[in-house]
């Protein structure tokens, strides 16, 4: 099984620009999450769906959109990307009543 | 929210030492996983616990959950170069049910062969 696979794995955006980060999970498990880890932060919760169609806000929501049309599926969005979004994303999965997420291997992002 | 403390944020032992990694909650823990990250990958799952007293090992590292359920610790025996990596304790933020982790600062491991 692949598990969560995120594409891409890095991308350079400039500031202003748009795009989606895309996260895709094969374990057809209920919930999915958005995290974003950067140095001496540890890891923060940007968004989450706890099932097909429902969304909610993590700790760090800010300049970031979410959709959860499918639910292998889970997008992340940067509407204007600014260089605080800099930073290494990870999407995870888990069962509602799991033993713990299932991570992607990241996307590092860099706003210029 | 709740607030994971790991102590010590960075560690070098030389192989085959063992070392130990503590994990302590401003609150009580109904979940706590420990993660392991190399640099540019993934987290990995390495154990969950739930509750009091509460141990699980795998291969040679061992994590405990104490009795008041607001302090875990990881420990790794006779340390390999293969142990290396970023430790990371997660926790469930909201009690049963939520799923939601809140994550550690990480303790990055280093082993000197």
């Known amino acids: 099984n692949a598990g969560v696979t995120q594409t891409p794995k890095f991308q350079v955006l400039k500031t202003g620009q748009s795009m989606t980060l895309q996260c895709a999970q094969d374990?057809?498990?209920?919930?999915m999450y958005w995290y974003r880890q950067d140095p001496g932060m540890g890891l923060r919760l940007i968004y989450y769906?706890?099932?097909?169609?429902?969304?909610d806000k993590g700790e760090v929501p800010n300049g970031y959109n979410v959709s959860r049309l499918k639910k292998q599926n889970f997008l992340l969005g940067l509407e204007s990307a600014a260089p605080s979004q800099t930073s290494v994303y990870f999407c995870?999965?888990?069962?509602?009543?799991?033993?713990?997420?299932?991570f992607g291997s990241g996307t590092r992002l860099t706003v210029v | 929210s709740q607030e994971l403390e790991q102590s010590p944020q960075s560690l070098i032992v030389q192989e085959g030492k063992n070392l130990t990694i503590n994990c302590t909650s401003s609150k009580t823990l109904y979940g706590l996983y420990w993660y392991k990250q190399k640099y540019g990958e993934g987290l990995i799952f390495l154990m969950m616990l739930q509750k009091g007293g509460e141990e699980k090992s795998h291969e040679k590292i061992t994590a405990k959950l104490d009795e008041k359920k607001q302090q875990s610790s990881l420990h790794i025996t006779a340390s390999q170069p293969s142990h290396a990596g970023i430790y990371l304790c997660?926790?469930?933020?909201?009690?049963?049910?939520?799923?939601?982790?809140?994550f550690g600062k990480g303790t990055k491991l280093s082993v000197i062969p």
């Open positions: 995870a999965s888990s069962e509602v009543t799991g033993y713990g997420y299932t």
């Open positions: 374990m057809n498990h209920n919930s």
């Open positions: 997660g926790a469930d933020n909201h009690g049963a049910g939520s799923y939601q982790l809140t």
């Open positions: 769906s706890a099932s097909e169609g429902t969304t």
